[in-house]
Structures are given as structure tokens and as C-alpha cells.
């Protein structure tokens, strides 16, 4: 794998006036990714009462967290130390790291009787990760509005649906992704305006499709008629169908972009000038090789999660920030480097917990002189060291590699995690799965009814259930069991944070190959998926003439 430097990359180090990177681009990639939660959540305790918090962090990183409102509490300042020239950077911050706790649930809007991280705002929901306003919902991830609906993932507007990923506007639909406007349907793939459809893929405007099939109204209801859903058996049936139609018959488009003036990537909505970005929405413009990126955010280089972010570099989870530098979980703060989790700052350089702060080294304070000076002669000695323009290591990652994003959208084993300094722990230690540790006569997933209608929720609701699969113990929620009952979902057998990374490795990745358009032969830049690698892909001139014909 080439570690050599493109004439683009180039402009934008030169820029940000930071040496080559010593990794290849996917690697760095994946370790920026392995900062970012995904979807994932652990038990960890209070650094001083013990008292049990559920969190993004996991207790066995040695990272220390503070519930919100304790934590915004607290000024940080008291713990900062001088810099040792003797000593490495990284040496010293960790230290620093280890010290400061962070944030345990992130949450912008407090949430309503839900379990939620990074909330906008959720009412009744439970395991609701990055979303805003979801409403009675479950296990949702990066999305907006989900009203009564489980299993859900970048999407926008989804009321009475299950299992849906990269959609807009969905209701009383199951299985679909990369459609906008379905209603009453189930397993659709990248279609618009759908109503009471069924298997259907690169279609619009239509009703009663059967697996790509058009049919009358009666001749769809009855169809219909022997489709149960409600059971585990006949979902896999379907899906192993209508997986199959997807590898062997249908017609994938290049990419998702919609309004993608200049760009190249995988899911750029309304982006101007993104160079192999992915998932770049909401008029993010002029950046290159960035990842989840929102609002007004330009002029950034190899960052990830940002929103109204500009002019940084190499940072993750930067909101309303500039002219930052290899920062993690920093907002609306300028002119940081090598921060985490600062807010409101300006001017800090190795610091970790700060808000309102200012010309702070290891989160003690200079004169904007002393400052500048210390900042000088850190930066010479990290060159030095080869430790300046690169990202902190990944094993100060607060979460665990194996549910992180570089899992999820990066497409990282565990062995990449290790090749990459991840931590290698059992994800089940140190209390992380808390209560059902200490759980015995296991349940197993075989003994989950297959069927809604022949499981009681009073006789599962709370009961320890091994997932064999993952090898990691789950319980099913009282209200969760009930809303499979009203809807009539079949029961799920796996982990459900298994069934959110396996949903959204379904669609295509942020790693990047070359292909060739199945129709023209024209070499074309197309994201892997590890779901359907071999796929038939038409270039995006080839199959806008394909879904206006056939659609």
C-alpha cells in the first residue's frame, strides 16, 4: 500500500503547513474512523461514587467519564501540567487524558424519558445514537424525526418503519434503503415514489411492483395474501430473495450523489468540489477525503463528523469549528491542536476537557508570548520525533475498535485494528455490559419464538439472551417487545448492535476502488460494499439513461 503523496494532497499539506503523513490514506482514514462511536454503548461508573453511567466509553480504555451536566460543571483547567521536553507528546498527553474525564453521553438537547447519546432532542426513545427529534423509536442511528420506528440509520422523516437505512420520507414500510417517498413497501432498493410495492429496486413512480415485476392491483393483493412478515423464518426467506435479485440482476448506479457538482465519493448530497468524500451533505463544499460532513463546513482536509466546520485538518467530531488541527470531540473553538473534547476556545495547543480557554499548553495558561514560544519548541521537537502531522494514536480512542466507524463504514477487521495500535480487550470486560455479567442459565437465540404471535413479553422482556453469533449477551426491552407486537415485527435473534452494523454494511462504504461501467467499459470511482461486492455497476451517464427508460 503506497504511503506516497498525491500533487492534491500535496496543495492542501502545504496549505495547512503540516509534513507528510507517514501512513496511506486508508489507514489514516481508519484510525481517524476509530474514534468515532458508530454505534455502540457501555456501563462504566462515576470516578468517584462508582454509581453505574451508560456511555460511548469504554471502561476498559482507562478513560474516566462525568454525566453532562456534572461535567460542564467543572473547569479543567486545575489539572494542567507543564510540558517536558524530555518526554515525548504523546507520552505526555495521554497522561493528561487518563486524568480528564470525559463526556459521558454528549448530548446537545437533553432527552425525554429515552436512553440517547449526542441528542437533539429525543422523546421515548431508546438507544437512540445521533439523532434528532426521534419519537417512541429504537435503536436509531444519525438520523432525523424517526417517529414509532426501530432499526433505523441515516434517515430523514420515517414514521411506522422498520429497518431502514439511507432514506427520506419512509412510512409503514420495512427493509428499505437509498429510497425517498415509499410508502407501504418492503425491500426496496434506491427507488422514489413508491406505494405498495414489494422487492422492488431502481424504480419510481409506481405501485403494486412484486421483485421487479409490474402487477395489477389484484394480482399484487394477492400476492400479498400468503406474506407474513410478522414471522423470523419468512423474513429471511424475502431477504435472502430479494438480496439475490440485488447481486445478479439489478442495475447499481455509480454512486448515491445527488447534486454533486465537481465531487467524487459515495453519498454527496448538495456537495460542491468534495474530492473522495463520503457522506458530505447539506452544502458542504471544496474538501478532500472527508467523511460526515454537515452545513456550512469548506476548506477541510481529512476530517471526519464535522459540522459548520472549516479551514482544519485532520480532526474527528469538530462542530462550528476553525482552523483546527488533529483535534478530536472539539466545538466552536478556533485554532486548536491536538485538543479533545475543548469547547469554546481558542488558541490551545495538547489540551483536553477546556471550556472558555485561551493560549493554554496541557491545559495550563500562558501570556499569548509564552504561549507561542512553548508552542514553537513542542512543534520542533514532535518533527523531530516524527510525531507532528500525524493523528493521536488510536489507542486513545475512547471506544471500542470493533464497533467503531472504521468497522462500520471503513470496512476494518480486527486485525487491522491491531496492525493500527488499536486496544485488544474483550469488549464484555470490565463491567461493560454491566447487570447481564453476572447472568447464568443463558438463554439462546434458537429459543426466541419465531414468530411475534407465540412470544409472551412478559416471559422475555429483561431475560439474558446469548448471541452466539457475536458471542455477547443482550435482553430484550418491555416497550421494544411491544412494538413488535403492535407492528407485527418478527422477533430479532441477534445482538442489537450486530443488527445496526450489519444494516448499514448492507450499503456501499467510504473505502474507495476503481471499476469499470458494466455498460460503457469507462473506468469509473465506485465505494466497496461488503454485502454485494460483485455487483453490476453503470457509470452515471449510463444509468441515468437506464433508470429514465426502465424506472
Not at 437512540?128 to 436509531?140: M, R, T, V
Not at 430473495?241 to 465531487?263: C, Y
Not at 471550556?355 to 523531530?384: C, G, P, T
Request: charged fraction near 25%; proline fraction near 4%; aromatic fraction near 14%.
Amino acid at each position: 500500500m503506497s504511503t506516497t503523496t498525491t500533487d492534491e494532497e500535496a496543495k492542501w499539506l502545504k496549505k495547512f503547513n503540516v509534513p507528510a503523513p507517514k501512513r496511506p490514506v486508508l489507514d489514516r482514514r481508519r484510525i481517524l474512523a476509530g474514534f468515532l462511536t458508530g454505534y455502540q454503548w457501555w456501563w462504566h461508573k462515576h470516578p468517584l461514587t462508582g454509581k453505574p453511567i451508560l456511555t460511548y466509553v469504554h471502561p476498559a480504555t482507562g478513560i474516566k467519564v462525568l454525566p453532562d451536566k456534572e461535567w460542564y460543571a467543572q473547569d479543567f483547567s486545575s489539572f494542567g501540567v507543564a510540558w517536558q521536553s524530555s518526554k515525548s507528546f504523546f507520552e505526555q498527553f495521554r497522561a493528561l487524558q487518563l486524568n480528564v474525564p470525559m463526556l459521558a453521553q454528549r448530548n446537545v438537547i437533553e432527552p425525554e424519558n429515552s436512553i440517547a447519546m449526542g441528542s437533539f432532542g429525543d422523546v421515548n426513545s431508546y438507544f437512540s445514537s445521533s439523532c434528532e427529534s426521534s419519537k417512541d423509536s429504537f435503536f436509531c442511528a444519525w438520523s432525523e424525526g424517526p417517529d414509532l420506528s426501530a432499526e433505523i440509520h441515516n434517515v430523514k422523516q420515517v414514521t411506522q418503519s422498520y429497518r431502514i437505512d439511507d432514506a427520506f420520507n419512509i412510512y409503514n414500510s420495512r427493509y428499505v434503503r437509498d429510497g425517498a417517498d415509499i410508502l407501504n413497501s418492503a425491500f426496496v432498493f434506491y427507488a422514489k415514489d413508491l406505494e405498495y410495492c414489494f422487492g422492488a429496486s431502481c424504480k419510481k413512480h409506481k405501485k403494486f411492483i412484486f421483485f421487479d415485476k409490474q402487477l395489477t392491483k389484484d394480482e399484487y393483493a394477492k400476492e400479498m395474501q400468503s406474506i407474513d412478515l410478522s414471522c423470523r423464518s419468512n423474513v429471511e426467506q424475502y431477504r435472502e430473495r430479494f438480496h439475490k435479485m440485488l447481486a445478479e440482476q439489478t442495475i447499481w448506479p455509480q454512486n448515491m450523489n445527488v447534486k454533486d457538482e465537481g465531487s467524487s465519493g459515495e453519498y454527496v448530497i448538495s456537495g460542491t468540489n468534495c474530492q473522495f468524500c463520503y457522506s458530505a451533505v447539506g452544502g458542504s463544499h471544496d474538501m478532500l477525503w472527508c467523511s460526515h460532513t454537515s452545513g456550512d463546513s469548506y476548506n477541510n482536509a481529512f476530517c471526519q463528523l464535522i459540522h459548520n466546520t472549516s479551514e482544519c485538518y485532520s480532526c474527528v467530531d469538530a462542530q462550528e469549528c476553525t482552523g483546527c488541527k488533529f483535534c478530536y470531540a472539539c466545538g466552536t473553538s478556533q485554532n486548536l491542536e491536538y485538543c479533545m473534547q475543548c469547547y469554546n476556545c481558542e488558541d490551545c495547543f495538547g489540551c483536553v476537557g477546556l471550556q472558555r480557554k485561551k493560549f493554554h499548553v496541557f491545559n495550563k495558561e500562558y501570556s499569548e508570548e509564552d504561549y507561542r514560544k512553548i508552542v514553537a519548541e513542542i512543534k520542533k521537537a514532535m518533527l523531530a520525533a516524527r510525531e507532528y502531522g500525524e493523528f493521536f494514536p488510536l489507542s486513545f480512542s475512547p471506544v471500542y475498535f470493533g464497533q467503531s466507524a472504521a468497522v462500520l463504514y471503513y470496512l476494518a477487521t480486527e486485525a487491522d485494528g491491531k496492525t493500527l495500535g488499536a486496544l485488544d480487550y474483550d469488549p464484555e470486560s470490565h463491567g461493560a455490559i454491566g447487570d447481564l455479567s453476572e447472568a447464568h442459565n443463558l438463554k439462546t437465540t434458537k429459543e426466541i419464538p419465531d414468530c411475534i404471535d407465540a412470544l409472551e413479553v412478559d416471559d422475555w422482556a429483561g431475560v439474558p439472551v446469548l448471541d452466539e453469533h457475536i458471542n455477547r449477551r443482550f435482553a430484550f426491552l418491555k416497550p421494544e417487545l411491544e412494538f413488535y407486537k403492535k407492528y407485527r415485527i418478527a422477533p430479532p435473534d441477534h445482538h442489537f448492535v450486530h443488527r445496526i452494523q450489519d444494516m448499514i454494511q448492507e450499503s456501499n462504504s467510504a473505502v474507495f476502488e476503481d471499476a469499470s461501467c458494466a455498460k460503457c467499459h469507462q473506468t469509473m470511482l465506485v465505494a466497496k460494499n461488503k454485502s454485494f461486492p460483485k455487483r453490476t455497476i453503470y457509470c452515471k451517464a449510463c444509468f441515468n439513461t437506464y433508470f429514465e427508460a426502465e424506472g
